[in-house]
């Protein structure tokens, strides 16, 4: 075999393996799941616990989450993978994966399907207001009900009328905070005692 064919071969066989890691990389950016980029929080840790952060808003108005009713406590469980703790309805405290938004409203009295969400009234997409739900800052584009909420998710679940320009300090609003909870952003220092906190077993 000449010096030159072993070039060929050579040649021939890091095409392939380039070629590879880069249909990888591609193919793997362009299908990448929502939860491929978000692991547990702990990675240490062997039980899943997780935070998102979230606003549901119904004609400009926030929907107040942070009573006792809503509240997961050693006395009262509404969900047995997804709550709220110790009258803060902004941060879903979540200890399985595969949760879908939906199951875990469901947990505290308000029904979310792909079109309506329901609370003291039943509200639907329209021709004017629609139901829609942003994820970091971004409009979800599938159903509604197949959202499926990551490690420090930011989700504003809103019903009114949609507007591009004014939507802004909704998403704004939404808080910060699930980092501080999950112990990723230790510049913000320790998450503060809860009845379920980083240990929470819940």
Same mark, same amino acid.
């Given at each position: 075999? $000449?010096? !030159? ?48 952060? /979230? ?44 949760? $879908?938004?939906?199951? /875990? ?40 009900? $197949?959202?499926? =909420? ?15 320009? $004014?939507? !802004? ?22 998450? =503060? ?10």
């Amino acid at each position: 075999m $000449t010096m !030159q064919t072993n070039k060929i071969i050579l040649a021939f066989i890091l095409g392939l393996i380039v070629g590879g890691l880069l249909t990888h990389t591609v193919l793997g950016t362009s299908h990448a799941d929502h939860h491929d980029n978000h692991p547990i929080a702990d990675p240490n840790d062997d039980k899943y616990h997780v935070h998102a952060d /979230f606003h549901i808003v119904v004609h400009n108005t926030l929907v107040n989450l942070d009573e006792d009713m809503f509240q997961t406590t050693s006395a009262q469980e509404l969900h047995p993978d997804a709550h709220l703790h110790d009258n803060n309805g902004d941060v879903k405290h979540i200890h399985a994966e595969g949760v $879908t938004f939906a199951s /875990f409203l469901d947990s505290l009295g308000i029904t979310l399907t792909d079109s309506c969400l329901t609370l003291d009234n039943e509200y639907c997409s329209g021709e004017i207001e629609e139901v829609l739900l942003f994820v970091n800052d971004e409009i979800f584009t599938q159903p509604i009900s $197949t959202y499926i =909420p990551v490690d420090s998710d930011r989700i504003l679940l809103r019903y009114g009328y949609y507007d591009p320009e $004014t939507i !802004q300090p909704y998403l704004d609003a939404v808080p910060n905070d699930a980092c501080y909870y999950s112990g990723t952003c230790p510049e913000r220092g320790v998450a =503060p005692a809860e009845s379920c906190g980083l240990t929470c077993e819940l």
